[in-house]
Nanobody
Framework: QVQLVESGGGLVQAGGSLRLSCAAS????????LGWFRQVPGKERAFVGG????????YYVDAVKGRFTISRDNAKNTMYLQMNSLKPEDTAVYYC????????????????WGKGTQVTVSS
């Protein structure tokens, strides 16, 4: 079972940047995908974007396109989320998850989750 640990969250002013990391222990196979999700209190966990571990294909929701970039370092078994031009509405707990298939937007399709990291964007 792959275990995931997120890091890099924090408090940043609107317009600023943060880079989140998702470190995986266990083997990530080429057909796996990893996803970033975020959740605010009282709302469901929402897909932010994902990446194919083997081919690096990337997917984003419209709300973050052009501001967020997902990347991976296969040698380090780590995925990243570079977040630029942050807005107060990006405030959430950010989670990474792994799926033993291509990336998908539904949280229920993912097999393992990290515990999350808090991102707070002040106005």
């Amino acid at each position: 079972q792959v275990q995931l640990v997120e890091s890099g969250g924090g408090l940043v002013q609107a317009g600023g940047s943060l880079r989140l990391s998702c470190a995986a222990s266990g083997r990530l196979l080429n057909w796996y995908s990893l996803g970033w999700f975020r959740q605010v209190p009282g709302k469901e966990r929402a897909f932010v974007g994902g990446i194919g571990w083997g081919d690096g294909s990337r997917y984003y929701v419209d709300a973050v396109k052009g501001r967020f970039t997902i990347s991976r370092d296969n040698a380090k078994n780590t995925m990243y989320l570079q977040m630029n031009s942050l807005k107060p509405e990006d405030t959430a707990v950010y989670y990474c998850a792994v799926r033993r298939d291509t990336a998908a937007s539904s949280p229920s399709l993912y097999d393992s989750w990290g515990k999350g990291t808090q991102v707070t964007v002040s106005s």
